[in-house]
């Protein structure tokens, strides 16, 4: 994995380019209630940014114990500021590679959580199926695995996988224009369409990296679905969330 090529790297460009997004809700909501249903005792996420999901995660199942993995330094000290701040002891911050399996307990984990951070696992695509391979054989038995995440068929045309990508991106512009509207005055419209202008622009990065397979690298759900069950995790949960290419797979050993 790539530190460099991911969407944000501060806890201000998440909320701006993110955090804020109706997407990025509706997949944390959805999270949270699964996590609920499941109501593990140990729980790891992987790719967990600046904690902002295994935090809420962390207030809502106080007896459940997290660890919030993610390769970038900067953004686990971040969590760790953060939980400490709001006195969650139940959640700790490690910094690592989440294709590095044998650095984590999985022989005693309930959950394993990706949300928004299987597509940065590096090309070739068998590199995907054998991180999910590897994490079934170290999953205890009943475990739960749930990967949220934008899926687009690699095989596809690359108009057609760039059309995608710009309609999953440049739809959060206008979250950031109304996130950013804090009045009807022409400085404070101003603002919010210099925001939605600069969301724009940013996030064209990760249109062209997601085409060119520049350190976002897409699957298609189908792939994710029949990659799953031959390994032999039963897919419990395979639902889109969103008119666009969001979904939430759920998945159990």
């Given at each position: 994995m790539e530190k460099d090529k991911f969407l944000f790297n501060s806890d201000e460009e998440f909320e701006f380019f993110i955090g804020h997004t109706q997407a990025y809700v509706n997949m944390q909501n959805e999270i949270s209630k699964v996590v609920k249903f499941a109501h593990p005792e140990y729980l790891i996420e992987f790719g967990s940014g600046s904690g902002q999901t295994s935090i809420r995660l962390a207030k809502e199942n106080?007896?459940?114990?997290?660890?919030?993995?993610?390769?970038?330094?900067?953004?686990?000290?971040?969590?760790?500021?953060?939980s400490k701040k709001n006195r969650i002891k139940n959640v700790t911050f490690v910094n690592g590679d989440l294709t590095k399996l044998d650095n984590y307990n999985l022989k005693n984990c309930n959950l394993v959580l990706l949300a928004y951070s299987f597509k940065y696992i590096q090309d070739p695509?068998?590199?995907?199926?054998?991180?999910?391979?590897?994490?079934?054989?170290?999953?205890?038995?009943?475990?739960?695995?749930?990967?949220?995440?934008?899926?687009?068929d690699p095989k596809a045309p690359k108009a057609e996988i760039r059309q995608k990508i710009q309609d999953r991106y440049y739809d959060s512009s206008k979250d950031a224009f109304w996130n950013n509207l804090n009045g009807l005055t022409d400085e404070d419209v101003k603002y919010a369409l210099e925001a939605q202008a600069l969301n724009r622009e940013?996030?064209?990065?990760?249109?062209?990296?997601?085409?060119?397979?520049?350190?976002?690298?897409?699957?298609?759900?189908?792939?994710?679905?029949?990659?799953?069950?031959k390994i032999g995790f039963k897919v419990v949960l395979g639902e889109r969330l969103d008119s666009l290419s969001d979904m939430l797979f759920v998945m159990v050993k």
């Open positions: 106080p007896r459940t114990s997290i660890v919030a993995v993610d390769l970038r330094e900067k953004m686990t000290g971040i969590g760790k500021d953060k695509i068998e590199t995907k199926f054998e991180f999910l391979s590897n994490l079934y054989k170290r999953m205890q038995k009943g475990a739960y695995l749930v990967i949220g995440d934008t899926f687009i940013h996030t064209a990065e990760q249109v062209e990296r997601g085409v060119n397979r520049d350190g976002v690298y897409y699957v298609s759900r189908e792939w994710l679905r029949e990659s799953a069950e």
